[in-house]
């Protein structure tokens, strides 16, 4: 009779792995269709009240023409190690002497200066930088997000009561 | 062993409509190979099975294990887990896929991952497409496929194959009459030739269905007895009638 047991805990066991990675997999198509590669974040700071408060999640577009225009609500991130997001207007434009090179400068709705000091150095922002344009807005969604990455034993326990759920 | 109550016990028992169709006659009983009824019970007790009430896919499941168990027994049907084994296989395939490309997309930087990934997703939807289709279609119903060779005289194989559906709860407009309950239903179809399938000696197909309230009780649970007496003895309806030296 085990072989009706070891396929039947196989067969449990595929039925939960398989809702996991059919998310992974919706967020990656997600991702290339939106050709962004992180096409859903949460918001971390209040830097863009009213309009946009800590906790809400933002899904974002970088598909050709990356043509960011003034007014367009951009994330971008300066360098690659500390890998920092940050969701700021775009307040100023320049095209340069080719249509390919385009430089930005942003500001936060609720700052009072503009983005060079978190620049680490450049002067204006490049298309490179820009990780994608806020295309929607869910609020307060994000919250869950912030509390598993704030406190890791809210993750653990979250995800190992879902597990534990699945199998009963 | 006590017998619980079941939670309808006032109600009529609605017997079982069997359909007969297609079957050819079995010859006489030294041809004919032991059926599920003529096998004493396991000895020891009995696992508890405890599902929830409410719930037809539970019961279904419950159900459609006991059927398992009961005819993969040595004496009886020797298992085939084709179907099985593709649902597996198809489906773990598609989520090591899906975590390899996760797990690519993950190391590699974006722009230069884009093409594995595209690779990565389109086979992962590929796979699950797959699978269910093969589901839906080649598998269907099927609970049980299983296989036996006995020898009297000669090699004896016989093939069955069980599926099984739930009819759901009938709602009738009208208020006078009654609504039947959820009920389990089994389809049955089986033959029996010699080896190499040389000539044929008995085919049937059968179709029984009974309420789920016979088996399980108020509590939810399952009385293994009677549903295995139920089963065997629409397995041995299929096999072509009960053999004249039963002893009842």
Redesign the interface.
């Known amino acids: 009779?085990w072989?009706?047991d070891i396929?039947?805990s196989?067969?449990q066991a595929?039925s939960l792995?398989?809702a996991l990675?059919?998310t992974?997999?919706m967020y990656?198509?997600l991702?290339?269709v939106m050709n962004c590669?992180s096409p859903i974040v949460v918001v971390l700071s209040g830097s863009m009240e009213p309009g946009i408060y800590r906790g809400d999640l933002l899904f974002l577009s970088n598909y050709e023409p990356r043509d960011y225009k003034l007014g367009d609500i951009t994330v971008y991130q300066v360098e690659d190690e500390a890998a920092v997001s940050i969701v700021h207007r775009v307040v100023q434009t320049e095209v340069g002497e080719s249509p390919l090179s385009f430089r930005i400068l942003t500001k936060g709705d609720n700052n009072e200066v503009d983005d060079i000091s978190l620049y680490r150095g450049l002067e204006r922002l490049e298309r490179k930088h820009v990780v994608g344009r806020v295309r929607g807005i869910i609020p307060y969604v994000g919250y869950v997000s912030i509390l598993f990455n704030e406190y890791p034993r809210v993750k653990y326990t979250v995800f190992g009561l879902m597990a534990l759920l699945n199998l009963a | 062993m006590a017998r619980k109550k079941t939670a309808n016990g006032a109600a009529q028992d609605i017997s079982t409509a069997t359909t007969s169709t297609d079957s050819i006659p079995s010859p006489p009983s030294p041809d004919r190979p032991p059926g599920p009824l003529s096998l004493p019970p396991l000895p020891g007790p009995r696992e508890v099975v405890k599902v929830n009430n409410y719930s037809t896919t539970e019961l279904k499941n419950a159900c459609d294990d006991a059927v398992k168990r009961y005819l993969s027994r040595p004496e009886l049907f020797q298992q085939n887990h084709q179907h099985t084994d593709v649902r597996l296989a198809l489906g773990w395939l598609s989520v090591f896929v899906a975590g390899g490309t996760g797990l690519y997309g993950y190391k590699v930087e974006f722009e230069q991952s884009k093409p594995v990934v595209w690779v990565g997703l389109i086979l992962y939807m590929l796979l699950t497409f797959t699978q269910t289709l093969y589901s839906y279609f080649i598998e269907g119903d099927i609970v049980f496929v299983g296989k036996r060779k006995t020898f009297s005289k000669r090699i004896i194989t016989e093939r069955i194959t069980l599926s099984s559906r739930t009819i759901p709860v009938s709602s009738s407009s009208s208020n006078s009459t009654p609504i039947t309950p959820p009920q389990y239903s089994l389809s049955l179809s089986y033959v029996r030739s010699t080896s190499a399938n040389k000539s044929l000696l008995a085919k049937g197909k059968t179709q029984a269905r009974a309420p789920y309230s016979r088996f399980f009780d108020a509590e939810g649970g399952m009385d293994g007895d009677a549903f295995e007496r139920w089963v065997g003895e629409v397995v041995e309806e299929g096999m072509g009638g009960l053999p004249a030296s039963k002893e009842s």
Do not use: E, I, P
């Open positions: 009779m072989g009706l396929r039947r196989l067969l595929q792995a398989l990675t059919s992974l997999m990656s198509a991702g290339l590669k």
